[in-house]
């Protein structure tokens, strides 16, 4: 049997307008015995506040809904990411959902997802990275829609890592620790490749910029397209590690995960920092969350997901409050995570 409003202040000789109040509307406003009266009737007689009810009196849904590709081919998502988006919105009362969906889905207006035909949370977080279907972009685009860009690179209503500084800062914490001669790996990197995640661009542009600023020549390390026929998607750091001792490089900044590199190191007989004590003799760093454990550790310039989650909240809630006028990108910083790991490079 669904419990009214009506039933608890039958229990407690109260107005219904009182017991509204209290459970979903000015609590403050009564003295504190009222209020512990109604809320022990309330749980004894199993009452469950009706959100639908509620989000028709407030016109909200106390909702927002992160949108998806189904086929993950456009998304990904940290868990870190995802852990921070719910606490953050918790922190306001607000509830996550997540919406997956097609690119058929997108393309015709009749079988749009309803999410986009109708009004179910009160904003949108979009999470696709790449190749945006055009139809998403036009249903968001609307104002009547407040939404926010995670990892994107626009101008306005997008939070995202500021990648550009960070590969920067990651190339400088090298060339402080002495090394000159330093690669830049990321095996299916193409210059100037739109279909890549901005963020490939961005990092590679800020080693550039780091290596131009010491004055000293940037190197590429990426796959030939013989590499990519025979499916060989590391054979660039095993020619790099076969090359002389006094020509090849002391240390890599490596787009993301740097694994393959540490393995091709260790099998060209240089100590890599798998232990985190102990003579090192060839540099390494990446980008991550601050993981540690695994097959090894390494030095990185941290992605900060959880203020990116905090930055889309409140820029959400900006938009929902007044979605006009476009609200300028944010971007966050990057922090040295385990410089210990990164030592000088051994004389050749």
Known sequence: MTIRLKDIAAKVGLSTATVSQILNGRPLAFNAVTRERVLTAARELGYRRNAA?????????????????ALMRRSTLDPTLLQALHDALSEHDLHLMVAFYRDEDLAVPQRAPKLLRETLADGLLINYHVDLPAALRVLVDDPSVPAVWLNLDLPNNAVRPDDLHMAQQATEALLERGHRRIAYGDPTFTVGAEWLHYSR?????????AMTAAGLQARLLTQTAEDNAR?????????????????????VVCYGYPGAIAQAAELAGLHYAREWLGPRDFGLIGFG????????????????WSGIAVAAVDMLRQRIADPLPPRPTVLLPGRLLHPELLSPPVKS
């Open 289 to 304: 969350d601050g993981y540690r454990g695994g097959d090894f550790e390494f030095a990185q310039v941290g992605i900060d």
């Open 53 to 69: 009810a509620s989000a028709i009196k407030r016109g909200s849904f106390g909702a927002v809904a992160l949108v998806q590709d």
């Open 201 to 209: 661009q961005h990092r590679y542009r800020g080693y550039v910029d």
């Open 231 to 251: 499916r060989d998607h590391f054979a660039c750091f095993h020619r790099m590690f076969a090359e002389p001792v006094a020509e090849r490089p002391t240390a």
